[in-house]
């Protein structure tokens, strides 16, 4: 049994991150962490645990958790780099849920971020964790940048594109929406039900923190400079992404993007290339470890459409770590995944 630890255990990724691991026939949670509710039973907050997990939240200390063979951190922008380098020297494998190591540049991480990096010489040995792409380097890391919500849909619509060059790479367009969990578990005005209730609305228009990462994801992919203009939105959900991509063919001849998306991801346990004409809608992924995509060429012309959906909770956040831990520890890909969508 692998001994996992979680390192902020009371967000919405957290509690995400228990629900999956409860089940996991090979993992055993031994350290679940909360500064502010050291003391108290996990279920105690969280009672869909009940009879599934019993453990009491402690204090996020490096004695505790050096006991782990894998730490989660499913904590603000800033929290794993500053406890990373210790724990790494104590043979643990450390998965990291937010930003810190996502970005291979430590000024531009500074420049998104707004503090230097704590350890920028681990910005190099960590490895991006979006299996499709990173899967064998996965398998070898003991130091994994699990990938944001908005990112992992946005480069699973956009790879088999820029892979194969068949797009201009100098405009790319990502309309992204997410529900409001993707903000995570904190009292804020905007976040409130009376305020993203019956109500939709863009941010970030002018630069949002996950543009550098999926920037960097298609050029490593593209080999060459990307232009890409990335909006995301708010909506009145709980959970779910929905990217509507946009891009333009650099031939008007005919081409097969259906095959491609087919041929790209044949194998891949957790995406799922819909059928042609398809429109893929978020609630068809709720609660799985999916990511669907469909790809449209409208009016036969040159613009390229690519909608994807995930749950942002899930493959973008808890079931994307779950997947890298199961390659680092050479376990079968998808288990404690396979989980049916929640429908309706």
Not at 182 to 198: C, F, N, Q, V
Request: hydrophobic share 40%.
């Amino acid at each position: 049994m692998i001994k996992a630890g979680i390192v902020g255990g009371t967000g919405y990724t957290g509690v995400e991150l228990l629900r999956i691991l409860a089940l996991h026939p090979q993992v055993q949670i031994h350290a679940v962490t909360s500064r502010a509710d050291a003391g108290k039973r996990v279920d105690a907050m969280y009672p869909n645990l009940r009879g599934y997990v019993d453990a009491v939240f402690t204090e996020p200390g490096v004695e505790t958790l050096k006991e782990c063979e894998v730490v989660f951190f499913a904590t603000p922008n800033g929290t794993a780099m500053r406890m990373a380098r210790e724990l790494l020297g104590q043979g643990v494998k450390l998965i990291d849920l937010a930003a810190d190591f996502r970005l291979q540049d430590p000024a531009v991480w500074e420049q998104w971020y707004g503090e230097p990096h704590a350890c920028p010489d681990l910005l190099a040995e960590a490895v991006y964790g979006l299996p499709e792409v990173n899967r064998e380097r996965i398998r070898a890391a003991r130091l994994i940048a699990n990938p944001g919500c908005y990112p992992t849909a946005t480069q699973l619509g956009f790879l088999p594109l820029v892979e194969a060059g068949l797009i201009r790479l100098d405009n790319l367009i990502a309309d992204a929406k997410s529900g409001v969990s993707g903000a995570g578990r904190k009292a804020e005005i905007p976040m409130l039900m009376s305020e993203a209730g019956e109500s939709f609305k863009a941010y970030g228009v002018a630069g949002h923190r996950h543009l550098p990462e999926i920037r960097q994801g298609l050029e490593h992919a593209a080999g060459q400079p990307v232009g890409l203009t990335f909006v995301p939105h708010l909506v009145p959900m709980i959970r779910g992404i929905h990217a509507t991509l946009y891009a333009q063919l650099l031939s008007s001849e005919a081409c097969d993007l259906q095959g491609l998306y087919e041929a790209r991801y044949l194998g891949e346990p957790f995406v799922d290339v819909l059928p042609t004409g398809s429109h893929p809608d978020t609630r068809n992924v709720r609660a799985s470890n999916r990511c669907q995509i469909a790809v449209h060429r409208p009016q036969g012309g040159d613009t390229v459409v690519v909608l994807a959906v995930e749950d942002n909770l899930v493959k973008g956040a808890a079931g994307q770590a779950v997947q890298n831990m199961n390659l680092m520890f050479g376990l079968e890909e998808t288990l404690g995944l396979r989980a049916v969508g929640v429908y309706p």
